[in-house]
Structures are given as C-alpha cells and as structure tokens.
C-alpha cells in the first residue's frame, strides 16, 4: 500500500469519526464476507461493525464453523464461490500467503486480516490513525516499542510502515531474547531520516517518547516456562512508571493484553490503546467503502476545507 | 429495576405487538453485540431478532467462537473494546457476577442475559409480560410453581419480582428433596399481601390455580443417575392433569422442556409457553430500544389513549 | 414441488440476476432463521445471502453452536421457538426426515437445506437454473452424470426432477461399485420421453454430451482406503478429457470438489460450477420472496414481455 493510500485512509477514518450519520449509509446493497480460518474474535468484529455502520451487510464463518474445508476445499475454490456471494471478502488465516492465494483466486476485493504469525495490515493502519489522531503527524517522533519485538509482526509492519514514511526515531525496548529481527532493522537503516537505539531497560527512556507501543509477550512463543515466568513481567507499564513519561505521550496496545499494561493505567489520558480499538474500527470503514468503491457523502467537500 | 420501570416494558411490549412496522425501524443505525461465553441459543436469538426487528444490527460470538479470552483477555478489557463498536452489549457468562463485571467496563449499557445458574432478568420480564397479556393484571393471581424450585433460578426471580407487585398467593410443588429454598420463602413472607404453601402433590392443588409455572429438573443437578430417574418424572403435567385445571388456567415453562410437558397440551389454550417465547422477544425488544434511548414511534398516543 | 412451480422459480431466478437493484428491499422487515444442525458453510451463506440480498435480516445457529439441542429440545419445540422469531427457516440436519418434522411443527415456511446424506430441493435447483441458463431449455439433451452415482443424493434428485421435466437422455458414468440404484432408474424408466444407458469410461462418451454432472467420491462413503485409493481418481475430468467433449457442453459440480475436476478446468468457458454457486443463490432468492409472499418489484412485466 502507498503512502498516500495510507494517508487517505487515515484522513477518511477521520471524517468518519465525525460524520457517523452521513456515512450510515455508504455501502447500502453490499455485502461483507467475514472468511476466518482461525477465531480473532476482536478483528472480526471490528471489520464486521465497520461493514454495518456503512449500511452493509455481512456473512461468514469463523472457527469452529469452518467446515468445507474439512472436506478438502481449496482456499481457492471457497473464494471463487465467496466471490458470488460477497461484495468484499475480508480473510483470516493461519498459513502465510493465504490472503495472497485468495486474492487471486477471488473476483471481488479481499482485505487480509491477518495470515500467520498474526500480521495484518489493518492494524497498522489502526495504529497509525491512532499516532495521527494523537499528533496531528506520523513523522518527528519518538516511538519506543516495548516487550517482544522478536515474533511480535504488529510491531514489524509499524516499525516498517513509519520508516517509509520518514523522520521517527525508534527505540527498540526488550529483553536480549527477544530483540528485533535484523531485516527490520535494515528497514531503518534504510530509510535517511530515521534511526534507532536498542535497550533492555524500559524506564531509563520512557522519558524520551512521544509514542510507547508495548505488546503482549505471547506464552505459546517460548519453548519452557520458566522462561516465560522470567520475562513475561519484565516490561510491564503501570503508574510508577509512567510517572516518568512525558504528559503527551501515548500508550499503544494490540490487545488484547494479559498483565503487560496494569488496570490502573487506563484511567491514564496518555493510555491510548481502546482509542485505539476504535481508530480500527474507523479505518476499516474508510478500506471497505474504498474497495467497494463507494464515496463517503461529503468527504471531498470536508477535506477540501481541511487542507 | 423498580416496579414501574416493569410495568412501563411490559406495556411496551404490548404496545410493539400490535404495532410491528411502526417500531421497524426504531433503532436504525444502531448495533448490538451479543457475548455469549456460553451458548444459549434460544436466548441469543431471541435478543438478536427483538434488535433486527427495531431495525438494528447485531455483532457478536458464541459459545466456540470465544476467542481473546482464550487468550488471556478479561471481561473488562472485552467490555472495554466491544463498547467501541457496539451502542449495546447483551452478556451470557457462566460465572455470578460477570454482567456487573462488564457493565462496570462498558461504556455503552449492558444487558444480563444470564450469569451462573442461567439466571436472567429478561427471563422474569418475558414471565411477567405473559402473565399480563393473559390476565391483564400480575396481582390478585394464585401461581402455582412445579418441579425444580431448589436450583431454578428462573422461579425464584419470578417469585421475588411477583412478591414486590404484590397480591400474589404461591403453590409451591416439588418433591422434598427439591424445595424453594428459604431466602426466597422469606421474601414472600416479606410482602404483606403475598402469602404461600408448599406440596408436592400436582394434582390435589391444580384446580386451584391461575398460573402453572413448570420448570425442567435438570438431570445435572443431580448427584446420582437414579435420584433423577426416580424424579425427573413426578411432575409431568399432561391431557389428565389439565382436566382438572380451570379453563382460564395458564401454563408456563421457561423452556427447553424435556418431558415435564407432555406434547399433547401443546394444543390446549391454556398452553401459554410458546407465546411466552414471543413475549420474551417483544419485552427485549422494549428493554433494547430503551436503553439506546430510541423512543417507540406512537406509544405515547396510543398509551394515553390505553389509560 | 410441481414443474411449474419449478420453472417459476428459475424464472424468477433468471429475472433477479438482471434486476438486482429491483429486488434489494423485497423482504425488508423480515428476518431468516437458518438453523444448521451440522456445518455446511456454503450452503448456509447461500440462503443467508440470498435473504440480505432482498433486504431481509438474518438469525441463526450453525454447527457448533447448537446448545438447545443438547439440552434435549425435540427439533419440534425449536421450531415452535424459532417461529416466535423468524418469518421464514432454512434447516439443516443430519437426519432424515427432519425438515418434515421441522415443518409440520413451524408456523412459518420451512425450506429444507439438506437433511441425510446431504439431499436437499435448492440444489437441485440451482443444476436445472444452470442448465436452463446454459441452454434455454431443460428437455431435449443429453445428460451425464459422473462418479458416485450410488450414495450421491444430488444426483438421485437432479435425475428425478429431470426425468419429470421428460425428453432427457441420461448417461450414467461410474465404476461398477457405485453405480445408480434400481430405484433412480425405475424413475427414469417412468418417464416415456427419458432413457439411460450406463458405462464406466467417461471418456468413450463425453463427445455426446450436452451437460457433463461431475460428482465428488466421498471418502467417507468406502469401507477401506485402497478401494477409496483406486477409484477416486477414476473420473478426474482434465484439459485433455475435454478436449473430445462439444464445445457448447457444459460441467456442473456441486461443490466443494477434491480433485474430480482438475483446476485447469476452472479457465474453460464449458465450466458452470462456479455459475451454478451464483444460480443456487438466485434460485434461493426466489424461494425465500416466494415463501414469504413479496412479489419482486418488476417481475411480472417483465415475464410478459419475455414471453
């Protein structure tokens, strides 16, 4: 996706949030089908309520109700009879390259939401409207990514994403075990305007961050528990520590998170991951009627007095 | 929820079923979520259907498609996110107290629609409502209660929201073994105009009765496969035992029955489970647009013109 | 359900696919139950789809979620439910009979989405809508029909129902093991315009063939794996196969396929079944407006013209 698809995206997830009743109708005839080959309950929803606050509609499975492919369909084939039903196809699947296969397969538009080691492209785009919602910008920042930045694919495709866009300096917080893999890295080298620095201690830079993305660290990613037990807590956020944050600086969160954000942060205004929730929501409104092809009543006016 | 609040549904209700295509479109625009963490059919459908039928849309899991808590995700971050896509949320959860949980998380309002023991408020409103359509009034009734009266919840909600209209003479019927238990006799003791005895004998008190309230011994409940085969039986009301009810008699059942009613009263009209079910549907319907905030196009005509 | 009910329906079918923006709203205010009591996740998104694509609403349960069930509900008592919420059913369920069952104890039309062996009415027509959107026409041709033809219901019905339209000539392709039963031909036997004849090589009759019916050889259908082995890939239709077939034939499927079609099929223009996935939804589209008593917007001014 271009940089200029990501920012108009953005900007429609915008007008979106503010003109919820003149968009309710967007999408009016089309139908979304929702194909999810492994349960991810929270993105399901989001695309599928992005879908029906258009004045769409929406099919599909999930989980345990997969059952033509237990008799042996191909992705291909699902998609190919999907394509008579639906108007959009939004997919999620353990495989890598499965969005690839059935977007090939497909006659209609189909979204990834999210094919092996849980990346998905909408979510950063969640997290980018988030940092845009929150700064005006995606650029001239600070951003410390914090907990497992080995397996975490939420904190590659941001990590990726901002450096083409340019001018964010990352700090890459972790565990020696759980670093960033070296061809991320290699993204920010690759782009002039940005940099890095790796640490293992999350409270001697907090203080420098404009954006705290933290992410869960997964149990099923460790070959032992104790391993899990010794680092799982490691780089947990709560009160004290961001008592050192700066006033503006906002909390990034996937979700869903176990223990690595405690409770008592969310009262926090510098907490930023359930806004985040709904920055998803929005963008995905802003992707699905962009794919189907059908304008936001209002947007070009809108955007003509924003710029 | 105060007495008037439930004669204000229930006349709701009444009113929604002569007026179907008036409130079609009530709550247009509006989503509701349903978070079943244990199925329950009949529920889920009943709370789904009353939302489309107001013109609203529904998202939501259940049962096997529970997923993020798998994950290690709590209610209140659940609650936290749904209330980003949802302007309603309906939760079924096996543990007491799940629904307060959410509610407190929520930021949109939260329906209970069952939390341990398959206890549900909407379940009362839906007795209630039918009790009303049947005899235009809920006092000055004898209401008779048979079978399982030790774990079902649904009789001792009944029971406890009778006893506060008032008015209400109770024929407790069960086997020894399954008894109401005190907490709930002491409420009726509590209401001055309300007063009970307790048999467990069907027969000798049918005659006597307004309301028949039937109820399902779950074999669950039982320790030992013979306790429930010696009992499950006792309390069948069928074609012999109506013939001795009044005409004007009416049987309830929360449903799914077992046996407890023979299939042959299903045709008698003082068979009242099945519109029951409706009246559960219709009351929803009052209780969801009445949250949302959406008034019924036409009530307050009509209700003057009522009173 | 009599020809001419059925010529209808494909009419109908016919009519819709033109009139797509026509028909979007026929069924507004109506909700669907589809109650599937065992997956089929193409099936159920057909029916479901079909009802959006009118403007109706859409509850139900499917597979995994059937809770009721196991609490010991008669299909009776859920149908007796379910008519409280839904204007019309689509059921799906493993046991024969259980469609009639469900329907005699419905209060609203119940459409029968498979029951045993995974017969049901809306397939066969979705074949005759594809045969007769083919070939204008659904006598007069030369049928084969390939592969299981003894425990493949879909082609019991498909041959019944053309054998009642006449003038068809039948050629039933299949290993001697899975050969049609006495009683698919005695129905084609009754009728004075149809005859038959029966072969195990594909190849030496696909040039007289108008349709080509290719069926899926069900693993689960053999006793052991070596004659499962050494029969499935028997009648794989492929490029070269087709190459001594007409021009103008045309290859239906029910879906989902193995590999009895090989995927270099999909290109050629002699493949309907993904045609017949678009017809089956179409044709279910027609029902369910049939069955609900909305007239399509449209329709009857433009069958006078067709005719």
Chains 1, 2, 3 share one sequence.
Not at 143 to 162: A, I, K, M, W
Not at 185 to 200: G, V
Request: net charge negative; glycine share 8%; aromatic share 6%.
């Amino acid at each position: 996706m271009g940089l200029d698809q990501i920012r108009d995206l953005i900007s429609r997830a915008a007008y979106i949030d503010g003109h919820r009743r003149q968009v309710a109708k967007t999408c009016e005839g089309k139908v979304l089908a929702t194909l999810f080959y492994e349960p991810s309950t929270r993105t399901r929803l989001s695309f599928e309520t992005a879908m029906l606050r258009l004045g769409g509609q929406v099919i599909g499975f999930a989980g345990a109700q997969v059952s033509s492919a237990s008799k042996g369909e191909t992705i291909s084939d699902t998609l190919k009879v999907v394509s008579n039903y639906a108007d959009l196809v939004a997919i999620r699947h353990p495989k890598e390259g499965a969005a690839l296969v059935a977007a090939r397969a497909a006659s209609v538009p189909v979204i990834n939401a999210g094919d092996g080691g849980h990346m998905h492209p909408t979510q950063t785009l969640a997290d980018l409207a988030t940092i845009q919602a929150r700064f005006g910008k995606l650029t001239g920042l600070t951003v410390g990514l914090c907990g497992d930045l080995t397996f975490g694919r939420t904190v590659h495709s941001l990590v990726e994403t901002l450096s083409r866009f340019g001018g964010v300096r990352f700090v890459l917080i972790s565990p020696d075990e759980l670093r960033c893999p070296k061809y991320v890295l290699d993204r920010i080298d690759a782009s002039p305007s940005c940099e890095y620095e790796q640490t293992s201690d999350l409270l001697s830079v907090i203080g420098d961050l404009d954006v705290l993305y933290m992410t869960r660290v997964q149990k099923e990613r460790f070959f032992n528990e104790d391993d899990y037990l010794r680092l799982c807590d490691t780089y947990i956020l709560d009160k004290d520590k961001l008592a050192h944050a700066k006033p503006s600086m906002a909390v990034l969160h996937p979700l869903p998170r176990v223990n690595e954000i405690a409770q008592e942060v969310d009262q926090d205004p510098r907490a930023a991951y359930f806004q985040q929730v709904k920055e998803g929501m929005l963008v995905r409104m802003a992707l699905e009627a962009a794919l189907l092809g059908d304008e936001l009543p209002g947007y070009q006016a809108w955007k003509e007095v924003e710029a």
